[in-house]
């Protein structure tokens, strides 16, 4: 059925890197923008990342720039995200999430699982 | 950075009526969606576009915005409606470009 599938997550280290993929399935995937988004234990949900179709357009929060690359191989029908100089305030269940497809659209129609991310020592 | 602001918790007895309520500096301008998170679940979509609702989503489920506040309202309460439930805009001149409230747990007694 149509699904998104995380992997990737685990224990790392403060500073370490770990590298988050979504597996796309019965969809035209190349057809819409993906996202990530957070929720770290007991907190609400947080937007880190988008990425259009076409993958030439990406946004980012502020808590995330400059660490985190968001990346997309739609030959693969798969998300990325590349996590680098992790803190311990990035543990959280990490979910990747289809924009829904209509221009204009600003939510998310399809989410994920999860996967769950624990920066610590 | 645009803020909404839930009530972090909303309890009703089965049968009757929850009211979640979703506030933002003139939210009513916005387009705003709600989703369902079940204990140990990814969120699920049920409002968009303010009150339209996915396939699958009952007609107990409703939303409503205006002014500075959005509702979601879930008429005859069942057991399995027992949640935290989020709103979500999008706001272009924030850092969170898709934006979540702080969330609201239902408790069905």
């Known amino acids: 059925q149509v699904q998104l599938v995380e992997s990737g997550g685990g224990l790392v280290k403060p500073g370490g890197s770990l590298r988050l993929s979504c597996a796309a399935s019965k969809f035209t995937f190349r057809d819409y923008s993906m996202t990530w988004i957070r929720q770290a234990p007991g907190e609400g949900l947080e937007w880190i990342s988008s990425?259009?179709?076409?993958?030439?357009?990406?946004y980012y929060a502020d808590s995330v720039r400059g660490r985190f690359t968001i990346s997309r191989d739609n030959a693969k029908n798969s998300l990325y995200l590349q996590m680098n100089s992790l803190r311990a305030e990035d543990t959280a269940v990490y979910y990747c999430?289809?924009?829904?497809?209509?221009?204009?659209?600003?939510?998310?129609?399809?989410w994920g699982r999860g996967t769950l991310v624990t920066v610590s020592s | 950075s645009y803020v909404l602001t839930q009530p972090p918790s909303v309890s009703v007895a089965p049968g009757e009526t929850a009211r979640i309520t979703c506030g933002g500096n003139n939210i009513g301008s916005k387009s705003v969606q709600w989703y369902q998170q079940r204990p140990g679940q990814a969120p699920v979509l049920v409002i968009y576009?303010?009150?339209d609702r996915p396939s699958g989503i009952p007609e107990r489920i409703s939303g409503s915005n205006s002014g500075n506040t959005a509702t979601l309202t879930i008429s005859r309460v069942e057991a399995g409606d027992e949640a935290d439930y989020y709103c979500q805009v999008w706001d272009s001149n924030s850092d969170h470009l898709y934006v979540f409230g702080t969330g609201t747990k239902v408790t069905v007694l």
């Open positions: 999430a289809r924009v829904a497809p209509r221009v204009g659209d600003r939510y998310f129609d399809l």
């Open positions: 576009y303010d009150r």
């Open positions: 990425i259009r179709g076409d993958g030439d357009t990406i």
